[in-house]
């Protein structure tokens, strides 16, 4: 029961804990009214105009609003049938005009089977629209 | 009933039976080897706090070897240090910015470059079928280089390459039992140790401020090597390049010239071949395999141009009574572009001819409008399709430029008579 109340602990502790943001611009902190902010999500590995954000590092990236290239790669566990490694990867460059004041939240989708479909793309948190790439029909 | 406690080697023993597989982890020897500083490339390299696992291990690690050792916040050392941005080792290192450096909070900045691994040998084989199976050794090798700079006079001291040496082995008959070198742990300990100690030569028994901050090489143009995107292109190459167009394929590109236009290849066969790969590895090409030319490198490793030597001749006639010669290849280029979804192809061909009448003419062709919209993510298969689709339109590129030639050198001998 101790254990298991620990548990419970760690999972409440972990799930507060203020998220890792990597401050992507220069100069003094600024109000997040002042910046754009993406969030991989576990998924994702980036590079924001060329600098890496590895996988599952950073929960949040915040940049001044204006226009970033970014790639990104996305890692899903698959089927050994199509994927011997049990892993796949799919990969997109993106380039995209982020405003100040919002979130954006990295997604993919994918087909199943032999020669699956992937789609990666990008979604402004306040509305749902797509901002980058294409979403899944 | 009474519970006894299980005591670590007990519960080790259980989790094994129950897992089926015993892992065994230890921590090869890190070999540090100093190296004067590389300052090449230096406004491309980018100081970030990007890896912050990587700079959070190796910071602990320094700590354990030093208490004295005082580390400064990364982010804080960075916007210290670049004020208006610019992160690059070029602007560290600019003398304007000494007194930036010096007012930065810190004594020294470690810069830890990227980490690299390979397997250099595997030997066996392994696998798990109703329980594991076989026996496989691979050893790999993982490197990571690191510069050190004194902040205090704003110069670059030496830096070095630490490097690790792991043995993966694996034995598997129903159970496992598997030795897995920690090439991370041993890097980050190597690199801790060559910090600890080259900060303790210049500054031996002192309390000392450290900040610490990755390198990245960011200029767009390289952001191909990133190692997502270098993966992914290595795939998407490994397919790509072979450019190996069948007769079939010579036929399907020709059959999507005009009437007219194929009439000009009537009587105007060509051929050239590839030599190589030379004593230095590379390979080269060559045009018309009898008369010796200069050797072009050919910047690529896989293009089989004796297969599209052999597709083109054994479709549109034989070398033997050419009337048209390829003398020179200049340059040969194709180029993959991914974006947004789509792959396409693009090619760059350049060729000097010469004509029936001894003439040289130089043709190059260009052709952007060939490839191949892939509409699906999945670089692998993509690869694949873009592999099968290559040929032809390689073959239709290669066609369309020795057409140019013909049109411009030969406008009265449009039918090759």
């Given at each position: 029961?101790?254990?298991?109340?620990?548990?419970?602990?760690?999972?409440?502790?972990?799930?507060?804990?203020?998220?890792?943001?990597?401050?992507?611009?220069?100069?003094?902190?600024?109000?997040?009214?002042?910046?754009?902010?993406?969030?991989?999500?576990?998924?994702?590995?980036?590079?924001?105009?060329?600098?890496?954000?590895?996988?599952?590092?950073?929960?949040?990236?915040?940049l001044?609003?204006?226009?970033?290239?970014?790639?990104?790669?996305?890692?899903?566990?698959?089927?050994?049938?199509?994927?011997?490694?049990?892993?796949?990867?799919?990969?997109?460059?993106?380039?995209?005009?982020?405003?100040?004041?919002?979130?954006?939240?990295?997604?993919y989708?994918?087909?199943?089977?032999?020669?699956?479909?992937?789609?990666?793309?990008?979604?402004?948190?306040?509305?749902?629209?797509?901002?980058?790439?294409?979403k899944?029909? | 009933?009474?519970?006894?406690?299980?005591?670590?080697?007990?519960?080790?023993?259980?989790?094994?039976l129950?897992a089926?597989?015993?892992?065994?982890?230890?921590?090869?020897?890190?070999?540090?080897?100093?190296?004067?500083?590389?300052?090449?490339?230096?406004?491309?390299?980018?100081?970030?706090?990007?890896?912050?696992?990587?700079?959070?291990?190796?910071?602990?690690?320094?700590?354990?070897?030093?208490?004295?050792?005082q580390?400064?916040?990364?982010?804080?050392?960075?916007?210290?240090?670049?004020?208006?941005?610019?992160?690059?080792?070029?602007?560290?290192?600019?003398?304007?910015?000494?007194?930036?450096?010096?007012?930065?909070?810190?004594?020294?900045?470690?810069?830890i470059?990227?980490?690299?691994?390979?397997?250099?040998?595997?030997?066996?084989?392994?696998?798990?079928?109703?329980?594991?199976?076989?026996?496989?050794?691979?050893?790999?090798?993982?490197?990571?280089?690191?510069?050190?700079?004194?902040?205090?006079?704003?110069?670059?001291?030496?830096?070095?390459?630490?490097?690790?040496?792991?043995?993966?082995?694996?034995?598997?008959?129903?159970?496992?039992?598997?030795?897995?070198?920690?090439?991370?742990?041993?890097?980050?300990?190597?690199?801790?140790?060559?910090?600890?100690?080259?900060?303790?030569?210049?500054?031996?028994?002192?309390?000392?401020?450290?900040?610490?901050?990755?390198?990245?090489?960011?200029?767009?143009?390289?952001?191909?090597?990133?190692?997502?995107?270098?993966?992914?292109?290595?795939?998407?190459?490994?397919?790509?390049?072979?450019?190996?167009?069948?007769?079939?394929?010579?036929?399907?590109?020709?059959?999507?010239?005009?009437?007219?236009?194929?009439?000009?290849?009537?009587?105007?066969p060509?051929?050239?071949?590839?030599?190589?790969?030379?004593?230095?590895?590379?390979?080269?090409?060559?045009?018309?395999?009898?008369?010796?030319?200069?050797?072009?490198?050919?910047?690529?490793?896989?293009?089989?141009?004796?297969?599209?030597?052999?597709?083109?001749?054994?479709?549109?006639?034989?070398?033997s009574?050419?009337?048209?010669?390829?003398?020179?290849?200049?340059?040969?280029?194709?180029?993959?572009?991914?974006?947004?979804?789509?792959?396409?192809?693009?090619?760059?061909?350049?060729?000097?001819?010469?004509?029936?009448?001894?003439?040289?003419v130089?043709?190059?062709?260009?052709?952007?409008?060939l490839?191949t919209?892939?509409?699906?993510?999945?670089?692998?298969?993509?690869?694949?399709?873009?592999?099968?689709?290559?040929?032809?339109?390689?073959?239709?590129?290669?066609?369309?430029?020795?057409?140019?030639?013909?049109?411009?050198?030969?406008?009265?001998?449009?039918n090759?008579?």
């Amino acid at each position: 029961m101790l254990a298991l109340g620990g548990l419970s602990l760690a999972a409440c502790a972990s799930s507060n804990a203020p998220p890792v943001a990597y401050k992507l611009y220069p100069g003094p902190v600024r109000p997040a009214a002042e910046l754009a902010e993406l969030k991989p999500g576990v998924n994702f590995a980036l590079a924001v105009d060329g600098l890496k954000v590895n996988q599952g590092e950073w929960d949040e990236v915040l940049l001044l609003p204006g226009r970033h290239q970014i790639d990104c790669v996305a890692e899903y566990g698959a089927s050994v049938m199509v994927e011997p490694s049990g892993f796949g990867h799919a990969g997109t460059h993106l380039e995209v005009d982020l405003a100040a004041g919002h979130a954006y939240a990295f997604h993919y989708a994918r087909t199943y089977g032999q020669g699956y479909r992937v789609w990666l793309w990008i979604e402004d948190g306040a509305d749902g629209s797509v901002v980058a790439g294409a979403k899944k029909p | 009933m009474k519970l006894t406690p299980l005591n670590g080697s007990s519960c080790a023993a259980v989790c094994a039976l129950l897992a089926g597989c015993l892992m065994v982890p230890y921590k090869p020897k890190a070999q540090v080897t100093p190296v004067a500083a590389d300052l090449y490339d230096a406004e491309h390299i980018v100081l970030t706090i990007g890896p912050r696992r990587l700079l959070h291990d190796i910071g602990k690690e320094i700590t354990n070897l030093d208490p004295q050792i005082q580390l400064v916040d990364s982010l804080t050392l960075r916007d210290a240090l670049f004020p208006s941005g610019g992160w690059t080792l070029a602007t560290l290192l600019n003398e304007a910015n000494r007194p930036i450096l010096a007012a930065s909070g810190a004594e020294y900045l470690a810069i830890i470059g990227q980490p690299s691994s390979e397997k250099t040998k595997s030997v066996g084989a392994f696998g798990f079928y109703m329980g594991f199976a076989g026996a496989l050794k691979e050893t790999e090798q993982s490197s990571i280089a690191i510069m050190l700079v004194d902040l205090k006079q704003g110069r670059m001291l030496n830096g070095a390459d630490i490097r690790a040496d792991g043995t993966t082995v694996a034995l598997g008959a129903f159970y496992a039992l598997i030795v897995v070198p920690r090439m991370d742990a041993s890097l980050h300990e190597g690199v801790g140790s060559a910090i600890v100690q080259a900060i303790r030569k210049a500054r031996p028994n002192a309390s000392v401020k450290v900040g610490l901050l990755a390198m990245e090489n960011a200029s767009y143009e390289a952001a191909e090597a990133k190692e997502a995107a270098e993966a992914r292109h290595a795939e998407l190459l490994k397919y790509a390049w072979m450019v190996a167009p069948t007769p079939e394929d010579w036929q399907a590109a020709f059959s999507r010239l005009g009437p007219e236009e194929q009439a000009h290849f009537k009587g105007a066969p060509i051929s050239f071949g590839v030599s190589g790969p030379a004593a230095d590895g590379k390979i080269y090409y060559r045009v018309n395999d009898a008369r010796p030319t200069d050797r072009i490198e050919s910047g690529v490793d896989r293009l089989d141009i004796a297969a599209i030597c052999d597709g083109f001749n054994r479709s549109f006639g034989n070398g033997s009574n050419s009337r048209w010669e390829i003398t020179e290849a200049l340059s040969f280029e194709k180029r993959v572009n991914v974006s947004g979804g789509a792959m396409t192809t693009r090619f760059e061909l350049s060729w000097n001819f010469r004509d029936p009448n001894g003439r040289a003419v130089s043709a190059s062709a260009t052709d952007a409008g060939l490839g191949t919209k892939v509409g699906i993510l999945s670089w692998k298969h993509a690869a694949k399709q873009v592999g099968a689709e290559t040929n032809q339109a390689f073959a239709l590129t290669f066609l369309k430029l020795v057409l140019s030639v013909l049109r411009e050198s030969a406008p009265t001998s449009a039918n090759g008579q």
